[in-house]
């Protein structure tokens, strides 16, 4: 598409979404602080411009959940909290979460991916739905010491529609009751975590930990679920498409955190995040105004040839810019430590049973502005 085009297609054009890195880059280039006449949101795409948006504390994960919240699409937790109260919220999520609680889980989470991955070996169809969704869910049922039980899959599955932040008016309801069933499933679990004489693991921890209530307990669990499935599965996806190239999977076997870093900003997953100015805040690339609603773009941020030589190109060697897939500031993901112990176990997994099936089918992206995701391919066992 000519950049004429483009540029009349606008941000949410599905033609625009599918490639939307040329529309980043004329943004940055021509209108780095771009007002959406479809949305009303100020599109913030410049890596300098993200960095500084996100280290403000007057830019409001609160505020611009506000209407979500009142709807009842989300619950109150880290994700849509500020300042005292997030970092309230947030220090006892370490027990759970923290690259420290999720680094004493390695040995369960491999155990737990290769049986998902022996359950279904022989089935086929779209590689996210026979594989990569198991393995992502196998590596939190782990993490949160459950069983990987059909009800959990559903209930996982369900989470990918709460995670992102502008969600469809047509799917409010489906948002609502997937929202519900996490919440359902959290606060039931917790209760039962919390039942233990002597916790021994981190998820018991958790539980039992008298610095938040139950409710809030079974919020970050919730919120767990809903940040950590949808860009695992994605990434596990993404991973094992490019593993394709012979070059690219000796890449992935020799240096899996370099490659897991450089697809986590090569892709984005999660890629923009909602914020409201809670009064002028003056960025480098200009003011935005007090009650101004934003979309804080970590996709375009990790593409901005300001910051990264060759941003296109996909390179696990890169040493060059700072990439922005897990945010940056106090909202930073709390799941990065999960992604970057289980991403490379699921991929190891997979790698050794290489030969024993194959992915048919392009690589090419989804008309989806979330998440960010590449078409899967189909995946067929090979002949025994």
């Not at 771009?34 to 609160?62: C, F, K, Q």
């Not at 999660?270 to 805040?281: M, T």
């Not at 089918?361 to 998440?371: A, H, K, R, V």
Request: aromatic share 4%.
């Amino acid at each position: 598409m000519s950049a004429d085009a483009t540029k009349r297609a606008g941000i949410w054009a599905p033609q625009t979404l599918r490639n939307p890195i040329p529309t980043w880059h004329r943004l940055q280039r021509e209108d780095p602080l771009h007002l959406d006449p479809a949305s009303g949101l100020l599109v913030i795409t410049r890596h300098r411009d993200v960095m500084a948006a996100l280290s403000s504390p007057n830019m409001s994960a609160e505020q611009a959940q506000q209407d979500r919240r009142d709807a009842g699409g989300v619950v109150t937790s880290m994700l849509t909290t500020d300042g005292a109260e997030q970092a309230r919220l947030r220090a006892p999520a370490q027990a759970l979460l923290g690259p420290a609680a999720v680094a004493t889980m390695r040995p369960q989470i491999a155990r737990s991916v290769e049986a998902s991955i022996d359950s279904v070996v022989g089935n086929e169809g779209p590689v996210d739905k026979v594989l990569a969704d198991h393995t992502a869910a196998a590596a939190l049922a782990a993490v949160l010491t459950t069983e990987l039980s059909a009800k959990f899959l559903q209930m996982v599955r369900a989470s990918r529609l709460v995670l992102n932040p502008l969600p469809q008016p047509a799917l409010r309801l489906q948002t609502v009751a997937a929202s519900t069933m996490v919440d359902r499933w959290t606060t039931s679990h917790v209760a039962t975590l919390a039942d233990v004489s002597e916790p021994q693991c981190p998820a018991e921890r958790f539980a039992t930990d008298p610095r938040l209530s139950s409710q809030e307990k079974a919020a970050t669990m919730g919120l767990c679920i809903i940040g950590g499935f949808s860009p695992l599965t994605d990434l596990v996806t993404s991973g094992l498409m490019l593993a394709r190239d012979p070059e690219l999977r000796s890449k992935m076997l020799e240096a899996p955190t370099a490659f897991l870093e450089e697809l986590v900003r090569w892709q984005s997953p999660v890629p923009f995040a909602a914020r409201q100015a809670l009064q002028d805040i003056d960025l480098p690339s200009g003011t935005v105004r007090g009650g101004q609603r934003c979309l804080v773009h970590l996709g375009a941020a990790n593409h901005d040839p300001e910051q990264f030589e060759n941003p296109s190109l996909f390179d696990p060697s890169r040493e060059q810019g700072r990439p922005l897939g897990f945010g940056h500031g106090a909202h930073y993901c709390m799941g990065a430590a999960l992604t970057r112990i289980a991403l490379p176990t699921i991929w190891t997994a997979m790698l050794d049973r290489w030969h024993e099936f194959v992915l048919e089918g392009d690589s090419s992206w989804t008309s989806e502005p979330f998440p960010r995701r590449m078409r899967p391919a189909a995946l067929r066992w090979a002949a025994r």
